[in-house]
């Protein structure tokens, strides 16, 4: 039951992270690209562009941390438990308990910047004038992805350890 409820879960981040992170993308490539055909054939340039460009880098980072860690893709401590297999456990322990750690106060922190920002009406993005606010939102909700999806794997570390084994050793 509880493994049932980690796939709809991860299915539903996969689907959430997987679009969102293709739309992003997706955009910044075709802004970017007409920018360029438009300076090089005429004498229009699209003076916003560089900006739609650094909002989808921003966006790209952090739903890409939650994607990191559906594939355990972060940075972590892996030399010891190579050269010594029994610390394996421990060390994925720890490791997740620092991304937890990160992931909560991401939510936190960035709850309280989001709420600072939506009280200001000043905050607009320089040459678009969109609401600070709508990039604020990620912070907090790639938080909670985050910590649900550490928490999920923390849990089949210590429960399931053949399952994770077996993905290690696969790919």
Known sequence: MLKTLFRRIDKTFCFIE???LMAVVCTALVTGLVN?????TTSI???WSDEVVRKAI??????GCSAAIRQRALIRIDALPQIV?????????INHVAVL???LLLTWLGWHMLQDVYADE???TATLQIPEWYFYVVFPVVGVMMSIRTLMLLIEDLFFPAAVDGADNAG
Do not use: E, M, Q
């Open 36 to 40: 360029i055909i438009l300076r090089k």
């Open 85 to 93: 297999p029994v610390t394996r456990k421990f060390f994925n322990v």
């Open 45 to 47: 340039s699209l003076y």
């Open 18 to 20: 997987d679009w969102s």
């Open 101 to 103: 750690i990160f992931a």
């Open 122 to 124: 000043f905050a607009r």
């Open 58 to 63: 921003f966006f790209c980072t952090y739903v």
